[in-house]
């Protein structure tokens, strides 16, 4: 009986063959915490007696939530991160780096095939190429610092075959949200997602993040993809240690197959308070909007922001919004200078913030007024999410979000390129 | 979690996906590991008055998919600090699943449908049973897997780990 890609992935970690349902203890081969995250894994490392981190060198930490500091209760526990950092010897990317999960495949620490844990739910994102890699709590976290290894269940494989080739103005974001919408919250709650098909071989590695980013939207354990001729040039220069991309095999045993012809498929928005509350943006154009926010590990790429500075290119972002721009990554920031995308974007009227998570979790960067309403580009726009809980938040690509921000209303974006 | 315990309290019921930034907004969660000064803020944003009307030992009842969204472990311990001794789901988002567990805040997976908030509930976790003492009927919970079973027993995975030195399957 063939595996799928996780099936294989744990296989290939546990010295044996393993299949959905089995419980294993698997070295893990590369680990990260945030800065909301971190502080706690810290206490519980201490609580289970913990003194020296097994490899510091699979280990990361990223302030990125926020950061820099609005208050001093969160500089006391980014102080204990730099402290603890330091004194285990871990790699630690302080204020300005970015987003962790824009930053953990760019420095090359995720190589296919690999088991990667985070202390943050999006760290699905680098299932899009090809990692095992999943969200974990703070305890789950301090556990592998302290043995290199954790307990996971072998999850079933929803495979999701993406057929047909997407129109003009329609985005990875589009289909991520499509499929929110599609097989709901909790259409994949402790599957791992396989996808695969035209759509994803057509998509560039940038985009394919955003689609695996969402798959956790879905309640899924991890959101795979094979690794091709894209994926490995796209590590050239990025990673240096040797690895395995691993492929699912012909006769693997999934839960479910489904496909989707998205040929048809056009801008997608996901209506507040569910992310899989998705409609056409034909159906919500009009609607009048106070903020934009380009940015987060879902949409903060070069490319992500490289489309928005072609739609405001030539164009004002409407007086009757603030349009906030937060890069995923210091290094996508100076890309984007050195493009000029970043000067088009502040020429339109764009307020940049620092590379971060920007104003997605609500803690700082741009939290909206009472009655307000926001189209971003993350991954959550649940009541509260950005501070308010008052406020009401769209989800769309980078193109719908700059195209609304011109109009000062949703806007199907097709119109502006 | 001791054992043989059976739990009692009074249901307070939410609906279906209740999210980790409705258990405890992201808002808060940066700031502080107090975790009672947190604790304050539990189901702020969807039920302001909830930890006002928590009585030590009572139940969070809710639906399907509870504490999806972020990986928060500040969720499952806000629900511990404000009282609550166990959450009762038809069924759970994993990483907070895993959260409550490595906590020591038990999770029942029942069908949860026909209970109402108010109700007198006992729960035995490791017989697998909810009794509705209210309504006089009885629900079967979904078993844990072994591992998860001693990690709760030993009221937590920090705990388990200092006991144990690494995990047993």
């Given at each position: 009986m063939?595996?799928?890609?996780?099936?294989k992935i744990f296989?290939?970690?546990?010295?044996?063959?393993?299949r959905?349902?089995e419980?294993?203890?698997v070295?893990v081969?590369?680990?990260?915490?945030?800065d909301?995250t971190?502080p706690l894994a810290?206490k519980a490392f201490?609580?289970?007696?913990g003194e020296?981190?097994?490899?510091?060198s699979?280990?990361a930490?990223?302030i990125d939530?926020?950061?820099p500091?609005?208050?001093?209760g969160?500089?006391?526990?980014?102080?204990m991160m730099?402290?603890?950092?330091?004194?285990q010897?871990i790699?630690?990317?302080?204020?300005?780096?970015?987003?962790?999960?824009?930053?953990?495949?760019?420095?090359g620490?995720?190589?296919p095939?690999d088991?990667?844990?985070?202390a943050?739910s999006?760290?699905t994102?680098?299932?899009?190429?090809n990692a095992?890699s999943?969200?974990v709590g703070?305890?789950?976290?301090?556990a592998?610092?302290?043995?290199?290894?954790?307990w996971f269940?072998?999850?079933?494989?929803?495979?999701l075959e993406l057929r047909?080739k997407l129109?003009?103005g329609v985005?990875?974001?589009d289909v991520?949200l499509?499929?929110?919408?599609?097989?709901?919250?909790?259409?994949?709650?402790?599957l791992?997602?396989?996808?695969?098909?035209?759509?994803?071989?057509?998509?560039?590695?940038?985009a394919?993040?955003?689609?695996?980013?969402?798959a956790?939207?879905?309640?899924a354990?991890a959101?795979?993809?094979e690794a091709d001729?894209?994926?490995?040039r796209?590590?050239?220069g990025r990673?240096s240690?040797?690895?395995?991309?691993?492929?699912?095999?012909p006769?693997a045993?999934y839960?479910?197959?489904?496909?989707f012809?998205?040929?048809d498929?056009t801008p997608?928005v996901?209506?507040?308070?569910?992310?899989?509350?998705?409609?056409?943006?034909?159906?919500?154009?009009g609607?009048?909007?106070?903020?934009?926010?380009?940015?987060?590990?879902t949409?903060?790429r070069l490319?992500?922001?490289?489309?928005?500075?072609r739609i405001?290119?030539?164009?004002r972002?409407?007086p009757e919004?603030r349009l906030?721009?937060?890069?995923a990554?210091?290094?996508v920031l100076?890309?984007?200078?050195a493009?000029g995308?970043?000067q088009?974007?502040?020429?339109?009227?764009?307020a940049?913030v620092?590379?971060g998570c920007?104003?997605?979790?609500?803690?700082?960067?741009g939290?909206p007024a009472d009655?307000?309403?926001v189209?971003s580009?993350a991954n959550?726009?649940?009541k509260?999410?950005?501070g308010?809980?008052?406020a009401f938040?769209?989800l769309?690509s980078?193109?719908?979000?700059?195209?609304s921000?011109?109009?000062?209303?949703?806007?199907?974006?097709?119109?502006?390129? | 979690m001791e054992e043989g315990?059976v739990?009692?309290?009074?249901?307070?019921v939410?609906?279906?996906?209740?999210?980790?930034?409705y258990i405890?907004?992201g808002?808060?969660?940066f700031?502080?590991l107090d975790m009672?000064?947190l604790a304050?803020?539990?189901?702020e944003?969807?039920?302001?008055?909830?930890t006002s009307?928590v009585?030590p030992?009572d139940f969070?009842?809710?639906g399907?998919?509870?504490g999806c969204?972020?990986?928060r472990?500040q969720?499952?311990?806000?629900?511990k600090h404000?009282?609550i001794s166990a959450?009762l789901a038809?069924?759970?988002a994993?990483?907070?699943?895993?959260?409550?567990?490595?906590n020591g805040?038990?999770?029942?997976?029942?069908?949860?449908s026909?209970?109402?908030?108010?109700d007198?509930?006992?729960v035995?976790?490791?017989a697998g049973?909810?009794?509705n003492?209210?309504?006089?009927?009885?629900?079967?919970?979904t078993p844990l897997?072994p591992?998860m079973?001693?990690?709760l027993?030993?009221?937590?995975l920090a705990?388990?780990?200092?006991?144990h030195?690494?995990?047993?399957?």
């Amino acid at each position: 009986m063939g595996g799928t890609i996780s099936e294989k992935i744990f296989s290939n970690h546990a010295g044996r063959e393993v299949r959905a349902g089995e419980l294993v203890v698997v070295e893990v081969d590369f680990m990260m915490g945030q800065d909301g995250t971190s502080p706690l894994a810290i206490k519980a490392f201490r609580e289970i007696g913990g003194e020296k981190v097994l490899d510091p060198s699979r280990v990361a930490m990223v302030i990125d939530h926020s950061a820099p500091s609005p208050l001093e209760g969160v500089s006391n526990l980014h102080a204990m991160m730099r402290s603890f950092a330091a004194e285990q010897g871990i790699g630690l990317y302080d204020v300005g780096w970015g987003v962790c999960h824009c930053l953990l495949p760019e420095q090359g620490h995720v190589a296919p095939g690999d088991i990667v844990i985070g202390a943050d739910s999006h760290t699905t994102t680098y299932g899009a190429i090809n990692a095992f890699s999943t969200g974990v709590g703070s305890t789950d976290l301090a556990a592998a610092m302290l043995t290199g290894k954790l307990w996971f269940k072998v999850p079933s494989t929803l495979r999701l075959e993406l057929r047909g080739k997407l129109a003009t103005g329609v985005y990875s974001k589009d289909v991520a949200l499509f499929l929110a919408g599609r097989l709901t919250a909790d259409g994949a709650t402790y599957l791992a997602v396989e996808y695969g098909g035209e759509v994803i071989e057509s998509l560039s590695v940038e985009a394919r993040f955003t689609i695996s980013n969402l798959a956790v939207e879905m309640g899924a354990k991890a959101g795979l993809m094979e690794a091709d001729s894209k994926t490995l040039r796209w590590l050239e220069g990025r990673l240096s240690r040797p690895f395995e991309p691993v492929s699912p095999d012909p006769d693997a045993v999934y839960q479910e197959v489904r496909e989707f012809d998205l040929s048809d498929l056009t801008p997608q928005v996901a209506e507040p308070h569910r992310v899989d509350q998705v409609k056409p943006v034909e159906e919500l154009e009009g609607t009048p909007i106070q903020q934009a926010v380009i940015g987060t590990c879902t949409n903060g790429r070069l490319e992500d922001l490289e489309v928005a500075a072609r739609i405001l290119a030539g164009r004002r972002v409407s007086p009757e919004v603030r349009l906030i721009v937060a890069p995923a990554s210091r290094q996508v920031l100076m890309e984007a200078m050195a493009k000029g995308v970043a000067q088009r974007l502040i020429e339109a009227g764009a307020a940049f913030v620092t590379p971060g998570c920007g104003p997605c979790v609500g803690t700082h960067n741009g939290v909206p007024a009472d009655g307000e309403r926001v189209i971003s580009t993350a991954n959550r726009n649940f009541k509260g999410r950005m501070g308010n809980a008052n406020a009401f938040i769209y989800l769309a690509s980078p193109a719908t979000v700059a195209a609304s921000a011109v109009a000062g209303k949703i806007t199907d974006p097709r119109r502006m390129l | 979690m001791e054992e043989g315990m059976v739990l009692k309290g009074k249901a307070h019921v939410f609906g279906h996906d209740i999210n980790t930034d409705y258990i405890i907004s992201g808002k808060y969660k940066f700031k502080t590991l107090d975790m009672d000064e947190l604790a304050r803020h539990c189901m702020e944003d969807i039920d302001p008055e909830f930890t006002s009307r928590v009585q030590p030992g009572d139940f969070i009842v809710a639906g399907a998919n509870f504490g999806c969204g972020s990986s928060r472990e500040q969720a499952p311990l806000v629900i511990k600090h404000a009282g609550i001794s166990a959450v009762l789901a038809k069924s759970f988002a994993r990483i907070f699943f895993r959260n409550a567990i490595n906590n020591g805040l038990p999770v029942a997976e029942c069908d949860t449908s026909g209970i109402q908030s108010g109700d007198q509930l006992e729960v035995d976790l490791e017989a697998g049973m909810v009794v509705n003492l209210t309504q006089g009927t009885e629900l079967a919970v979904t078993p844990l897997p072994p591992v998860m079973m001693d990690i709760l027993k030993e009221g937590g995975l920090a705990a388990y780990l200092k006991k144990h030195g690494g995990f047993k399957l």
